[in-house]
């Protein structure tokens, strides 16, 4: 059994002065026995014993005795002070609270923007600091500031027979996934626990090459506002819509969707059945994107459409040109453990732009706009859409569920 370093030093104190008075033989005795039982290298183990409980005298009266068991403490200096980390915090909120390894490539652009937006001001020392700070010292110094919760929702994906038959289950070899254009898509209940009757959906569109999200709101599953807003998002999109693959929901899987795709040239192809990871790009986009912005609320009412569109409008900006991504790049299995690696993170309006494949005309558009953008600005307006469907939310749980939809019927009309 090993000691712990307490014990051994322990041990030092006893057997050195035995050691220290005794003869060459007995002396030899006394370490091997001592190496047995601290577990010490023989040069080490004679080190400690002969060192031990030396007096050195400095002064006429004053004699030092010295403990060769203690170290002097480590002065640790602290590189990121306060200033620093406020800083840091604040940026961290404004970008979202995404992890250090995504925040991290992209804090240069990021002070930056903010700086010209006079959202910040930093002097000289400070920024010279964040723009050295590393993705895990930036975790290391927010951990007290994140927070997690576990909450899931609960799928609603009823199967269309339809035309199942007519739409090909897709398979990667059809799919373009380094040209922009290629989407997938789902929608997002906001049934808030509640699935009786009808309840607001999101559309959620990903483009797989870039990460390019776009979503918009509909007032429930039907397919003809499915299929409208989905014809709105393409209008959105900086490249041609070029391919779509949904579930095989009947708000998808329709003879609307199926004859436009036909008409425009889109190729549309569909998951397998109750394979989710099919469609991975866009299910990780119903969490990070759509359930981080809005929440698990019930959302039924016209005036609650309203607000989430326009917080919608906000966060494609916030969304697509301030929030970096990673994408998966090689995956290898060694025997029970999986290693991951990904590319660099970059926000998919830095990949739209890095396509040589987008025309320079839209690249210039978008150029202009990005100029024009302050990320913390987008991020208030978003955060007072937000505290408005908390504040409906609210209201809707204290009143009967009959009276909550009349009156907000009746606000609206007034």
């Not at 040209?179 to 009786?196: M, N, S, T, Y």
Request: with cysteine; net charge positive; charged share 35%.
């Amino acid at each position: 059994m090993r000691l712990t370093m307490k014990e051994r030093r322990s041990v030092v104190r006893v057997v050195a002065s035995r050691y220290q008075k005794g003869g060459k033989k007995h002396k030899g005795n006394i370490l091997k026995e001592f190496m047995e039982l601290t577990g010490y290298t023989r040069c080490y183990a004679a080190y400690l014993l002969r060192s031990h409980g030396k007096r050195i005298r400095i002064s006429k009266d004053t004699v030092v005795e010295g403990d060769i068991t203690k170290k002097a403490e480590r002065v640790q200096h602290r590189i990121y002070d306060e200033g620093v980390f406020h800083v840091l915090r604040k940026i961290w909120f404004i970008m979202d609270c995404i992890c250090g390894k995504r925040l991290a490539p992209v804090l240069k652009e990021i002070i930056a923007k903010l700086e010209m937006h006079k959202e910040i001001k930093l002097d000289r020392m400070t920024r010279g600091k964040l723009l050295k700070i590393s993705a895990a010292t930036i975790d290391r110094l927010l951990s007290e500031e994140k927070k997690k919760d576990n909450i899931k929702g609960r799928s609603h994906t009823k199967p269309g027979t339809l035309l199942k038959n007519q739409i090909p289950i897709r398979t990667f070899s059809e799919w373009d996934e380094n040209r922009p254009g290629f989407v997938e898509i789902d929608l997002v209940g906001h049934e808030g626990g509640d699935a009786r009757g009808d309840f607001i959906q999101t559309l959620d569109v990903v483009d797989v090459c870039t990460g390019w999200t776009e979503t918009q709101a509909v007032r429930n599953k039907a397919q003809a506002w499915v299929f409208e807003a989905l014809k709105d998002i393409r209008v959105h999109l900086p490249f041609d819509l070029l391919g779509i693959d949904s579930d095989n929901g009947s708000e998808f899987i329709n003879d609307h969707l199926f004859r436009f795709c036909k008409e425009n040239k889109i190729t549309f192809t569909r998951s397998r059945k109750y394979r989710k990871n099919d469609n991975c790009y866009v299910e990780q986009k119903n969490y990070s994107v759509v359930r981080r912005a809005v929440g698990y609320q019930r959302y039924d009412t016209e005036e609650e459409l309203a607000i989430l569109n326009e917080l919608y409008g906000h966060l494609r900006f916030y969304t697509n040109y301030f929030q970096p991504v990673m994408k998966l790049v090689e995956k290898t299995r060694i025997g029970s453990r999986v290693v991951k690696r990904h590319d660099k993170p970059q926000t998919p309006y830095q990949r739209v732009l890095q396509s040589p494949l987008i025309p320079e005309e839209n690249k210039s558009r978008m150029r202009e706009l990005y100029a024009k953008l302050n990320p913390a600005e987008l991020k208030r307006k978003i955060t007072k859409l937000q505290n408005r469907l908390i504040d409906h939310a609210a209201i809707k749980k204290a009143l009967p569920r009959g009276i909550a939809r009349h009156r907000s019927t009746e606000e609206k009309r007034l």
